[in-house]
T-cell receptor, first 114, second 116 residues
Framework: DGGITQSPKYLFRKEGQNVTLSCEQNLNHDAMYWYRQDPGQGLRLIYY???????QKGDIAEGYSVSREKKESFPLTVTSAQKNPTAFYLC?????????????FGDGTRLSIL | QKEVEQNSGPLSVPEGAIASLNCTYS??????FFWYRQYSGKSPELIMFIYSNGDKEDGRFTAQLNKASQYVSLLIRDSQPSDSATYLCAVNRGRDSGAGSYQLTFGKGTKLSVIP
């Protein structure tokens, strides 16, 4: 089955710790995205990548980092600089990054502070 | 920043009725419009997308777009209790949006409740 796999489903972060969220897709999509969703809020764009080995900051990139070394993978690191990391993190992909292709989402990772 | 506005609801409709969900956007350069359904605690799933003015139908769902009024809507006919969810409107940013051009801006969603 083609799809987007995010892991882990739940993650807990200690103060001062960096944590990495995994996102893998087997849809052969060029573009991948990371969003953050807070309760009662829409999705906010953290980082996006339109092609392998390239990525761009989204609207709320501070305290986050990404890499795109393989087409299938787009991991997100939540660094200790992100002071309010508790949220639902969603990874998505689309055929291209042109903005006119539908984005498809993984099941998400819930991150909480210990 | 360009905005996408939705009534947060909850919108309550009886089973079998038509649910009408509305979305307005501020970026005149937007060309692509998407509707997602999100059940509580789950990730969004794509319902429909529309690019041209007018109506687009898919089963019980109809998307309507009016670019002049900067308005997009989703109609759900014969609403079922299983349609109860939050519906997110997403609009792509125009090319003059600077950083993040062509990316999607999401509304906060409208919560729909279908009463049996």
């Amino acid at each position: 089955d083609g799809g987007i796999t995010q892991s882990p489903k739940y993650l807990f972060r200690k103060e001062g710790q960096n944590v990495t969220l995994s996102c893998e897709q087997n849809l052969n999509h060029d573009a991948m995205y990371w969003y953050r969703q807070d309760p009662g809020q829409g999705l906010r764009l953290i980082y996006y990548s339109q092609i392998v080995n390239d990525f761009q900051k989204g609207d709320i990139a501070e305290g986050y980092s990404v890499s795109r070394e393989k087409k299938e993978s787009f991991p997100l690191t939540v660094t200790s600089a992100q002071k309010n990391p508790t949220a639902f993190y969603l990874c998505a992909s689309s055929m291209t990054g042109s903005g006119n292709q539908p984005q498809h989402f993984g099941d998400g990772t819930r991150l909480s502070i210990l | 920043q360009k905005e996408v506005e939705q009534n947060s609801g909850p919108l309550s409709v009886p089973e079998g009725a038509i649910a009408s969900l509305n979305c307005t956007y501020s970026d005149r350069g937007s060309q692509s419009f998407f509707w997602y359904r999100q059940y509580s605690g789950k990730s969004p799933e794509l319902i429909m997308f529309i690019y041209s003015n007018g109506d687009k139908e898919d089963g019980r769902f109809t998307a309507q777009l009016n670019k002049a009024s900067q308005y997009v809507s989703l109609l759900i006919r014969d609403s079922q209790p299983s349609d109860s969810a939050t519906y997110l409107c997403a609009v792509n940013r125009g090319r003059d949006s600077g950083a993040g051009s062509y990316q999607l801006t999401f509304g906060k969603g409208t919560k729909l409740s279908v009463i049996p």
